[in-house]
């Protein structure tokens, strides 16, 4: 199968790419990619992204082999691609994967608009024009797998519903939620008026594999955890909410039996744990607990979070950041300003948060036992049976204990940490010596 895919330099869609490797037994995959903002090439950011693969070497010379990079600028016609290799593209592709998109919440709609709309609009119509060109030649009619999200549905206070080919989202919690909304309507209007074959995936929180605890990006409920590590989040809220987060190896195989499976070639999978949502009161209480009890920096003390209602909750990170920002005003340092911009982000993820959100997932998991090899999202969480049995060992551990390997992906630096802690208790130590003389 020929396969056309972007996202390759992301977090979710390299782990479908070494899925595909082992469903598919002659993968031919066209990658979309740009240079980075560092001036790295394609070819580089490519030879790295396969470097990082968890395949054996083998395998991933034949990634090499078998793969042609497309280098893309989303802004320009055809997606800047040379008009050649766009009619390669149309002459050769089977499958489309579109699993690019700008997942940042603290960015302006007119930003975000261009890699979350307008990309998905070029896509589709690279998709239509393939889909013309297979019809007029007798083949068999492409598919576009097109990865949405959960968090489109936006500030849903009810349970959130499985529409299809209907859509029917409330108030977007961010500009994230709102482009990739728009990018929704615009792909069920397609089917909508077209009959096309689209499969739309919507994934909720994507989070590390369940197998490895390992995972590329460390953010949403990754910050949250390194924050309370830190004791830099005091007080939280809302500890009944239950976050919906799924590990990458699922939805990448999810993803992946449906592309090379080829049975189920139009509607909506939401990727979701449902009901096995895990509580924010465990995922601090099994979290403080082994964070202490496995802390790599000695003498380090991590402060209990304290739970507070929600307008407290934001009542405080709002006079907190207009304290900040009084700061800056005051003082021009630079800090203040930083200070001011880690909040706007984190209240990016606040809705995430201390809203409620529940995704039914039934009607999806259905055609997932119909259509893959997989059943639930394994839960984050140990969970046990009414009689007080363990009955399911979540792989929470694993993704903590990946933070500590990894220092959260590098944002923490426990040597730095080791230094600050002992700095800190240095002059305690000489101010009670001095005392004693
Ligand atoms: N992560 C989650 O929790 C989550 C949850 C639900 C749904 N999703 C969806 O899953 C998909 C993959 O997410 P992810 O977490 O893998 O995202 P990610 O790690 O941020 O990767 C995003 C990918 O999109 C590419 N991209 C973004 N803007 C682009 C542009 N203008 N031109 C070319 N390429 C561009 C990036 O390329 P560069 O490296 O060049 O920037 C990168 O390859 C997205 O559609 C996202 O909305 C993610």
């Not at 766009?86 to 994967?97: F, G, M, R, S, V």
């Not at 080829?262 to 990727?271: F, I, K, M, T």
């Not at 449902?274 to 601090?284: A, F, M, S, T």
């Not at 300003?337 to 880690?342: H, I, S």
Request: proline content about 5%.
């Amino acid at each position: 199968m020929n396969y056309f895919v972007t996202g390759i330099t992301g977090t979710v869609v390299p782990v479908i790419v070494e899925d595909l490797m082992k469903k598919d037994n002659n993968p031919v995959f066209y990658f979309a990619i740009r240079k980075d903002a560092k001036g790295n090439d394609i070819e580089k950011r490519f030879a790295a992204v396969v470097d990082s693969l968890d395949l054996d070497h083998a395998a991933k010379q034949i990634v090499l082999k078998k793969s042609k990079l497309v280098e893309i600028d989303v802004e320009q016609e055809n997606l800047g691609i040379a008009p050649d290799l766009y009619a390669e593209l149309i002459a050769n592709t089977d499958k489309i994967l579109h699993g690019a998109a700008d997942v940042r919440f603290d960015q302006p709609y007119e930003k975000i608009r261009v890699p979350n709309v307008v990309f998905t609009e070029k896509i589709y119509a690279l998709f239509d024009k393939i889909k013309q060109q297979r019809a007029a030649t007798g083949k068999t009619a492409p598919t576009l797998y097109y990865i949405s999200t959960g968090y489109a549905y936006g500030d849903h206070r009810k349970p959130i519903p499985e529409e299809f080919p209907e859509f029917h989202p409330a108030a977007p919690d961010n500009t994230y939620a709102q482009t990739k909304a728009e990018a929704k309507f615009f792909i069920l209007d397609k089917i909508k008026q077209f009959n096309d074959q689209i499969v739309i995936f919507e994934p909720t929180i994507i989070g590390g594999s369940a197998r490895t605890g390992r995972t590329k990006t460390y953010n949403l409920h990754y910050v949250v955890m390194m924050l309370g590590y830190l004791g830099k989040l005091p007080f939280m809220t809302a500890e009944n909410n239950r976050l919906d987060i799924v590990p990458v190896d699922w939805v990448a195989a999810i993803i992946s039996d449906i592309m090379a499976g080829d049975a189920l070639h139009q509607g909506v999978l939401r990727l979701a744990a449902g009901e096995n949502g895990i509580p924010i009161k465990y995922l601090h209480d099994v979290g403080y607990d082994f964070y202490v009890a496995n802390d790599p920096v000695p003498g380090h003390v991590i402060p209990k979070i304290r739970f507070v209602p929600r307008w407290v909750f934001n009542f405080m990170v709002q006079a907190q950041k207009n304290f900040y920002r009084l700061m800056y005003f005051g003082t021009r340092n630079a800090r203040f300003r930083k200070l001011v911009k880690g909040i706007s982000l984190l209240e990016g993820y606040f809705p995430y948060i201390t809203r409620t959100k529940v995704f039914k997932n039934q009607k999806s998991m259905e055609l997932i036992k119909k259509y893959t090899n997989c059943t639930e999202a394994p839960t984050l969480q140990d969970v046990f049976d009414k009689n007080g049995h363990l009955v399911q060992k979540g792989y929470y551990r694993k993704i903590m204990a990946d933070t500590l390997e990894t220092g959260w992906g590098g944002l923490v630096d426990f040597e730095r940490l080791e230094k600050k802690t002992a700095g800190y208790k240095a002059p305690q130590a000489a101010t009670v010596s001095a005392l004693r003389k």
